[in-house]
């Protein structure tokens, strides 16, 4: 206080002198007068100090001027006067502020913190703000104050206080705008202090404009933890905390996987699938502009691509592993097997139409060759035809008796050749010999072989191809099915196929396995 009182009358004295230097010949001073303002706490500074703005409607600080007009002889006694006043503050407490740098154990200046270990009140950042307050499972009050605010200073002791009250009930802490600005960026703080509850929906919190006080924080925070008790007892936790996501749900929104450092290896890793990782912080504007195209692009990709998220303010291991230093990071891991060394930087836009372009023309650049499986039980129909892929093609080749083992291997390499081309559309692929599996032709509509279906046991339609079973007649069928350009039928419930014994690749037929 002495040495903002200081320098506020050095700044008069300055304001004086250059205000008598330019009235040059008029020998009369302009109106001085010091502006109020109208905002609730201070702005940002564009610099790292400032003598505050007077606050309308306060009655701390300094109220409005409008001295009278003086002539020059008035404003150099009046200028005088006020260098010898601030002579005196500044020479009087010298010594004083000379003990305080001292003690601190330095000669530079210092600005001591609002708040120290020894307070309740936890420091947040843009490191551990995720952590701390949104990955959390009970009420949370933050802060958002600037060192050199005087209404955050006076707020400081009361702010304690109410922490030591609410220790172990309810977690209070503050952000340094100066050094964690980023953090107050998603919750549109422009003044200070600016005070929010996290409470039952941590991505909304409320703002507090109550008293400042300690009694009247420590209120307003028995009633968020109330209300959070009351929803949970009425079954609505929707934004809650939860520790970052490690109860076992895959799905953090719509089809992006939720990944933890628990799950990493498994999730991607673990998949043959080509992967796209995002690494976000909560409170990260960038991230959230992101997220709905994200979550669009994962839509899109379903089936070809792993695209998943991972908090890294919470889960720092694996943000660690990847020496992630800003948000959003996004790594790319290609199909097949993979590992920490197998991650690529994405370089693409940040629209969903970037992501999936960018995705895709990766994808067919890495994406292996699809098996073609024969159809030896119920588990291959599933795996290729109704969990795993969207759509599957399936040909009926003719039976070693009808054909010959050289035909036959010619009819594979051609479904194989095929399977190359479409790799990217991610279909699974079957074939049987014409004969074992009679229900399943007849269902699909396979009258003549060699023949061949596409199949969507989802959507419950089936597309029959009309053309020839070569190279061409192949590729004919399955671009009109990409495009949509095929007739399709209605798919009655697929019947039951037999358990076969694998064909050996010479000229035997293949057997039933009997139960």
Known sequence: ??????????????TNLSS???MGANQEMQHLFLEAGDHEGCVAPSHPRRIEPLEAGHNEGFAAAYPPRITSR???ALMVATLLIASVFVIGWRQSDKDILEHEGGNDVVELAMFNPSDDVVELTSGNFGHEVLHTDGVVLVVFCAPWSGHCKSLAP???DAASALKGVVKVGSVDMDAHGQVGGPYNVRG???IKIFGVNKNSPQDYNGARRAQGIVDAALKAVKDLVNSRTSGNTAGGGGGGGGGGNDVVDGDVIELTDDNFAKKVFGTKNMALVEFFAPWC?????LAPEWKKAAKELGGKVVVGALDATAHTIMASRFQVQGYPTIKWFPAGSKDINSAGNYVGGRTSSDIVAWAS?????????PVIYELLGSAVLEDQCMNNHPLCVIAVLPAISDSSTSKRHAYLQLLKDTGDKYRTENWGWIWAPAGVHAALEHTIGIDKVPGVAMMSPRKKLFALSGGSFSKTGLDDFLKAVKVGRVGTQRLERLPDVKIMQPWDGKDTEEKELKP
């Open 20 to 22: 008598v230097a330019a």
């Open 192 to 194: 200070f202090p600016n």
């Open 285 to 289: 504007g960038h991230c959230q502009r």
């Open 361 to 369: 023309a990766k994808y067919l650049a890495n994406a292996p060759a």
């Open 74 to 76: 008035s404003g150099i």
């Open 158 to 160: 009361e702010w304690k």
């Open 1 to 14: 206080i002495k040495s903002n009182l200081a320098i506020v009358l050095l700044r008069v004295a300055a």
